[in-house]
């Protein structure tokens, strides 16, 4: 990691957890978000750099059909949402990428539109994958509305009342995204390009961003409407129901396999983390400040877990995992924990590390880390990765040493019989329609012998055979002359061999593989909650929930 | 297809397409994954130095002719032994793309921390350490082409900077080519599939 050689807090190091432990699926699928999440760290940012948000346009028509600007003005650089709204038809509404056309559609601009760039943006956005965006453009973006709810809504507003407090909470987004391109996709400007820049150089920041303003749109979008209905007598949402709403977000297998392409960035977020929690351990003593800010973290994910819920079986237990967890926590706060140990933080996380199942374990890690901010939020600086550096491979590197990585890092793969039907029971492919990442049946699909090459678990096997006869000083760089097919294992390798959270220490070609789990994991790094999987491979989730919104910052809002 | 980027004045790609397109295109063409992701990273480091990627690509994913070897294959069996004991051989090469030889050569500069000389027919190309490429002596790259490669030890302006942005542009007819290659290596998704992602029921929540 770039940022170990001035870790301000060394002694830390003796209170990390192991990558054996925190690197497996079933852990990595109880991930819940932390302070060092990105869109934490965005609203962290913004409001600390007093940003200005702004609508410069809005040409929005009665029926909802126009376009609008959102400006965020940071310190030095503007950002401006550009979104166009749709009529769409029930009947052609779909999350899925299959889809056409959607409620609305979104670009993030780097700078202030001027018309002709708002022009070119409403002949390419609303068309999404069909149309070319440009390097002046950092995302591309589009929602559906959570049709049931925003009707409610709208109806409730243009009747100058409020509406049900309960619905709002149960579903939680008037409008869900189903897709949010950055990074060079479809034209937009490359990672490279914007990863310089202080505000952007987190993970993520531009598509949080992007998200984060179209928050603001979908509650503008139905107070409009509320008022083109009702006149006069239409109603605005009230702040506290308004603040409880989030944006939704449909997630599928797409996002799944960036981390596995990513390693030196997943070890970044993972090792982030893991050192966050470490410090924490460290510390000798408890502050009233962090003592009150941790309870009021946990009771904040009690109340969120109360009201989060899913219809999937597993996600349920998960659920009820939680709840049970947060409750056992609390009771032993306030009556178990001994405050004046030595390490009292280090103490309760081993209590919790023998007494919780892995939900409780990792929401008892996001509370410990939330009230100790100035201790870990500059670690969100070390979240990015320069993969480049980490790419070539070091051909000079001997056999015996290589071997030595291996068993060091990969026993988790080493010892399975990948001839097995259940542990290579999947596989990984690019779908010919959509260009998508898919999951296969090996056994009963065609098409294995195009899989992409997730079966990090397999590849280490074969690399670790192929080593078995080879001098202990032979060069990899030899080796790879004679058996080039165990060149991506060799690279994963080395580079695990540096950065020990880059892998996921789990068979993702297993039958029980979860990619569910995957997801999780990511999403909770982004910050996502109310992760609810609708099967083992999508997911609906809620972003930036109780967050605040855009006038809230030009006037100064809570701590984000 | 998802998504094509053409236009009516040719193409023009961003880094992260041109290493999507270049790693399913190299594997689609029967090249190991292995060889994929070093294609990609070539492309894209030929891109940002302003050279012709989709060229130099499509030359090394034809098979080469009697008497060359695939510059992908060759480049990376130099990189790879860049780093080993003992001088830089000085030996010629014949590769069906001394273009795409550049991005490995510029990585046994970046590995030996010495300035490296690729010598095709009259062209000339410097390599320092992390620096864009210096074209010494401008002429063909195409290939196929007998490859010299030999550390520089003579006095040379300083290496240009890198472009501003890279050069992603491609003509239809090579981008067709790719994307054909491409697709070579996708799957038609299953009906299984469909149904997990999402496929059943009715998102009108």
């Given at each position: 990691m770039s940022c170990e050689g001035l870790n301000p807090m060394p002694q830390a190091r003796n209170f990390r957890r192991s990558p054996d432990e925190v690197m497996r699926l079933v852990r990595m699928g109880c991930s819940h978000p932390t302070r060092l999440s990105f869109l934490r760290q965005l609203l962290r940012r913004m409001q600390a750099e007093d940003w200005r948000f702004d609508r410069p346009v809005w040409e929005v028509d009665a029926r909802g059909v126009g376009r609008a600007v959102y400006r965020a003005i940071g310190p030095v650089r503007t950002y401006s949402l550009v979104a166009f709204s749709h009529d769409l038809p029930p009947e052609v509404r779909s999350d899925r990428v299959i889809a056409t056309a959607w409620d609305a559609t979104f670009a993030l601009f780097d700078g202030t539109p001027t018309p002709a760039d708002l022009d070119r943006l409403a002949a390419n956005v609303p068309l999404q994958e069909a149309g070319r965006i440009s390097p002046r453009e950092l995302s591309l973006s589009r929602a559906n509305r959570s049709v049931r709810l925003f009707d409610h809504v709208l109806a409730r507003l243009a009747k100058g009342a409020q509406p049900d407090a309960a619905m709002l909470r149960e579903t939680g987004y008037l409008m869900r995204t189903t897709a949010v391109y950055g990074s060079g996709k479809f034209g937009a400007a490359d990672r490279a390009a914007i990863a310089q820049r202080p505000e952007l150089s987190a993970p993520f920041q531009a598509e949080m961003l992007s998200v984060w303003l179209t928050r603001a749109f979908t509650v503008d979008l139905v107070e409009h409407l509320a008022r083109a209905k009702g006149g006069e007598k239409a109603a605005r949402l009230s702040p506290e129901l308004k603040s409880g709403l989030g944006v939704g977000n449909s997630t599928g297998l797409g996002m799944a396999p960036f981390l596995i392409h990513h390693p030196v960035l997943l070890n970044n977020w993972m090792l982030a983390r893991e050192e966050a929690l470490a410090r924490v351990r460290a510390q000798a003593s408890i502050g009233a400040d962090e003592l009150a800010g941790f309870q009021a973290a946990l009771n904040a994910a009690r109340e969120n877990a109360d009201l989060w819920t899913s219809a999937h079986d597993i996600q349920r237990a998960k659920l009820a995992d939680l709840r049970d967890s947060l409750a056992r926590i609390a009771a032993h706060v306030a009556q178990g924990w001994d405050q004046s140990a030595a390490h009292p933080w280090d103490d309760l996380w081993r209590?919790?590390?023998?007494?919780?199942?892995?939900?409780?374990?990792?929401?008892?890690?996001?509370?410990?880390?939330?009230?100790?901010?100035?201790?870990?939020?500059?670690?969100?600086?070390?979240?990015?990765?320069?993969?480049?550096?980490?790419?070539?491979?070091?051909?000079?590197?001997?056999?015996?040493?290589?071997?030595?990585?291996?068993?060091?890092?990969?026993?988790?793969?080493?010892?399975?019989?990948?001839?097995?039907?259940?542990?290579c029971a999947r596989f990984w492919y690019v779908s010919e329609d959509k260009l998508e990442p898919r999951l296969g049946e090996r056994h009963e699909e065609p098409g294995a012998e195009r899989e992409l090459p997730l079966d990090t678990g397999r590849q280490a096997a074969a690399l670790w055979q192929a080593l078995q006869d080879q001098p202990e000083d032979q060069p990899v760089a030899h080796l790879l002359m004679a058996a080039p097919e165990n060149r991506l294992a060799v690279r994963r390798a080395q580079i695990t061999a540096r950065h020990p959270f880059a892998e996921i220490r789990d068979n993702l070609i297993a039958a029980e593989m979860l990619p569910i789990d995957i997801l999780r994991c990511k999403l909770a790094f982004f910050g996502a909650t109310r992760f609810d999987p609708r099967s083992d491979r999508w997911v609906r989730i809620s972003l930036f929930q109780d967050a605040p919104y855009p006038e809230d910052l030009n006037g100064g809002g809570d701590e984000a | 297809m998802k998504h094509d980027p053409r236009t009516d004045a040719g193409l023009d790609l961003t880094l992260s397409e041109i290493s999507a397109l270049t790693t399913r295109a190299t594997r689609g063409a029967g090249r190991s994954w292995g060889e994929a992701e070093e294609a990609a990273e070539a492309a894209c480091w030929l891109a940002r130095a302003g050279l012709d990627w989709a060229g130099a690509l499509l030359e090394?994913?034809?098979?080469?002719?009697?008497?060359?070897?695939?510059?992908?294959?060759?480049?990376?069996?130099?990189?790879?032994?860049?780093?080993?004991?003992?001088?830089?051989?000085?030996?010629?090469?014949?590769?069906?793309?001394?273009?795409?030889?550049?991005?490995?050569?510029?990585?046994?500069?970046?590995?030996?921390?010495?300035?490296?000389?690729?010598?095709?027919?009259?062209?000339?190309?410097?390599?320092?350490?992390?620096?864009?490429?210096?074209?010494?002596?401008?002429?063909?790259?195409?290939?196929?082409?007998?490859?010299?490669?030999?550390?520089?030890?003579?006095?040379?302006?300083?290496?240009?900077?890198?472009?501003?942005?890279?050069?992603?542009?491609?003509?239809?007819?090579?981008?067709?080519?790719?994307?054909?290659?491409?697709?070579?290596?996708?799957?038609?998704?299953?009906?299984?599939?469909?149904?997990?992602?999402?496929?059943?029921?009715?998102?009108?929540d």
């Open positions: 209590w919790g590390c023998e007494a919780l199942p892995l939900e409780g374990q990792e929401v008892l890690l996001a509370a410990m880390l939330e009230p100790h901010g100035a201790l870990i939020d500059g670690l969100g600086e070390c979240m990015d990765a320069d993969e480049g550096t980490a790419f070539p491979i070091n051909g000079a590197m001997p056999v015996g040493e290589l071997r030595a990585i291996l068993r060091a890092h990969y026993d988790w793969a080493l010892g399975i019989d990948y001839t097995e039907r259940a542990q | 090394v994913l034809q098979p080469p002719e009697a008497g060359a070897d695939c510059a992908l294959r060759t480049g990376i069996a130099l990189a790879d032994a860049a780093a080993l004991p003992g001088p830089l051989v000085n030996t010629p090469l014949r590769v069906n793309s001394p273009c795409f030889l550049l991005p490995f050569a510029a990585r046994m500069a970046d590995q030996t921390g010495q300035r490296i000389r690729l010598t095709a027919a009259e062209t000339r190309v410097v390599l320092a350490p992390g620096a864009c490429p210096l074209i010494a002596s401008p002429g063909r790259m195409s290939g196929p082409a007998q490859v010299t490669l030999a550390p520089d030890q003579q006095d040379q302006p300083p290496s240009p900077d890198w472009p501003q942005t890279h050069r992603g542009t491609v003509i239809a007819a090579k981008y067709a080519r790719l994307t054909q290659l491409m697709m070579a290596f996708t799957v038609p998704t299953s009906a299984h599939s469909h149904a997990g992602a999402g496929a059943q029921g009715d998102d009108n």
